[in-house]
C-alpha cells in the first residue's frame, strides 16, 4: 500500500491526492516503461451506477512522453474512496476496514491472478491507500454496468458471469500450486468476514428481517410451523457461519462473495460470450467455491428459474473451470473434482438461499426507496442498512406486492431446505 497512511478528509474534489500521489500513479499505468511529464489532473464525481459503501470518482491525467513532447496524451482511470458525504456510513465502513481489504486484496493478490491468464475478469489497480484505491475504468476498456442493476439476469449473462467465476477460481489453484503457497494462511488478515457474522450488524439485521417475515408468511401460520420459526429456524440458520469459512473437507478458493448485478460490468460489444469484469471484492472470502456458484445462482435468477436452470449452471461453470486450468497446465478432476463440487453445493446450500432472502431485503425493494433514503435522508438509510430494518420490510409487504410474493418465495425456498 502506499506509504501515505493518513486520512485526510477532503472538501474538494482535486484534494483527494497529492500532486506526488498522482505522478505515482501515472508512473504505474505506464509500467515504469516509458518516461514521461505529468501537465496536468483532475478528479470528477463518477455518476455511472454506484453501490451502497463507498464514493466513486474518475481521475483525468494529461501527460507528454519525453521523447515526443509535442502529442498530449490523456488517461482516466477510476478512483473509489470512503462515502465522506454520510458521516456514519464512513465510519462504519473506517471500523470495519472493508475499504482497506479490498484495497490490500487488489494490491496483494488480484494484480498477481490477473497475470495468470489472457481472460479479462477484473481491472487492474494502480495505487492505494487507506481511504480509497485507483484502478483501470472499465467503461474505458470497453465494459458497461447493466442499466438496472436488480434486475435478474438472462440465461446468456448469467452463462458469462459463471465463466468469470471459473476463471478467477482457476487463476487462485494455479497461483497456489506455482508457489506452492495456501492464499487462506498467507492473507488470512486480509480475508476476514466481513457480513456474514454474528458481529455484524448489517447481517444480523437481515436476519432479523427474514425471521419477521417467516412468521408472517400465510403459508406458515399453523401452530407447527410457527414454533419451527421461533425455537429451531434462528438455530439453522446459525450454521450458515459456518459455512462460509475455509472448509477443512474442501479444497478452498478466493472467493467474490457479493455477486450482484451492481458488481458486473459486460463487454459492450459481445455480452453473451465475453466473462464479465467482476467489481468490489470487500467481502471476499477464501472458502469452497461452490459459495461463489450458489451465491452467483441464487442472487441473480428468480425461484422459478433456478427450479430449470440451476443445474445446467453448475455444469455451466464446471467445464469452464475444467478449461481453465487445462489451459494452465492443471487437471480439474485432481485438484478439486466435478463430484466433490456437486458434494459441497448440496452441503452449502442455505447459504445460497438464506443470502438470497436477506439481500432481498436491500436489492429487491420497490422502486427507488434505497436511493431516496441514501440521497434525502442518510440517518434513515443507516439504520436500515445497520441497525434494524424489521418494520420498514413488514410495511413494504403491506405496500408493495411484487416484493412481497418475490421474498415469500425465496424463503419458501430456504425452509424447504430445512424441513
Known amino acids: 500500500m502506499s506509504p501515505t497512511t493518513t486520512l485526510v478528509r477532503v472538501d474538494k474534489q482535486n484534494d483527494l491526492f497529492s500532486r506526488s500521489e ?6 504505474n499505468i505506464l509500467n515504469s516503461n516509458t518516461a514521461a511529464t505529468l501537465l496536468e489532473y483532475n478528479v470528477s464525481p463518477e ?3 454506484t453501490g451502497y459503501l463507498g464514493e466513486y470518482f474518475s481521475l483525468e491525467l494529461k501527460y507528454k512522453f519525453l521523447e515526443s513532447n509535442d502529442t498530449i496524451q490523456t488517461t482516466r482511470v477510476f478512483v473509489k474512496s470512503l462515502p465522506y458525504q454520510n458521516p456514519k456510513m464512513t465510519a462504519f465502513i473506517e471500523a470495519c476496514g472493508m475499504l482497506t481489504k479490498e484495497a490490500s486484496i487488489y494490491e496483494q493478490l488480484l494484480n498477481e491472478l490477473r497475470k495468470l491468464t489472457s481472460t ?6 494502480y495505487f492505494t491507500r487507506r481511504d480509497l484505491f485507483v484502478m483501470q475504468n472499465i467503461v474505458d476498456m470497453g465494459y458497461e454496468a447493466l442499466v438496472d442493476p436488480g434486475e435478474f439476469l438472462t440465461q446468456a449473462q448469467i452463462d458469462v458471469l459463471l465463466k468469470s467465476l471459473a476463471t478467477m477460481h482457476a487463476c487462485i489453484v494455479t497461483y497456489e500450486e506455482q508457489n506452492k503457497v495456501n492464499i487462506g494462511e498467507q492473507l488470512k488478515d486480509v480475508l476476514r468476514e466481513m457480513t456474514v457474522s454474528p458481529e455484524v450488524v448489517f447481517y444480523t439485521a437481515g436476519v432479523r428481517a427474514i425471521l419477521a417475515v417467516a412468521r408472517v408468511h400465510p403459508a406458515y401460520q399453523c401452530e407447527t410451523l410457527q414454533k419451527f420459526i421461533a425455537e429451531e429456524l434462528p438455530q439453522r440458520m446459525d450454521n450458515v457461519y459456518e459455512m462460509v469459512n475455509p472448509s477443512k473437507k474442501y479444497r478452498n478458493v478466493f472467493c467474490h462473495r457479493d455477486l450482484w448485478g451492481g458488481n458486473l460490468f459486460f463487454n459492450k ?34 425461484p422459478q428459474q433456478r427450479k430449470t436452470m440451476k443445474h445446467w449452471c453448475y455444469d455451466r461453470y464446471y467445464n ?18 466435478r463430484s466433490e463440487f456437486e458434494q459441497s453445493l448440496q452441503e452449502l446450500e442455505l447459504f445460497g438461499a438464506l443470502y438470497n432472502c436477506i439481500s ?39 405496500i408493495d406486492k411484487t416484493f412481497r410474493d418475490y421474498i415469500f418465495e425465496c424463503v419458501d425456498e430456504m425452509i424447504s431446505l430445512l424441513l
Not at 120 to 125: M, N
Not at 320 to 337: C, R, V
Not at 363 to 378: S, T, W
Open 360 to 398: 432481498a431485503t436491500i436489492l429487491r425493494v420497490p422502486g427507488d426507496y434505497l436511493k431516496d433514503l441514501k440521497l434525502n435522508h442518510p440517518d434513515a438509510f443507516h439504520r436500515y442498512t445497520n441497525v434494524d430494518r424489521v418494520e420498514e420490510v413488514l410495511e413494504l409487504l403491506k
Open 269 to 302: 460489444f459481445k455480452p453473451d460470450t465475453e466473462p464479465v469484469v467482476l467489481v468490489d471484492y470487500q467481502l471476499a472470502r477464501y472458502s469452497p467455491p461452490a459459495i461463489d456458484v450458489l451465491m452467483a445462482v441464487y442472487l441473480n435468477i428468480t
Open 120 to 125: 479479462v475478469w477484473c481491472a487492474q489497480c
Open 47 to 49: 455518476c455511472s451506477p
Open 320 to 337: 469452464y473451470f475444467a478449461e481453465e486450468l487445462k489451459k494452465q497446465g492443471l487437471s480439474a478432476e485432481q485438484l478439486i473434482s
Open 22 to 27: 498522482v505522478k505515482q500513479i501515472l508512473r
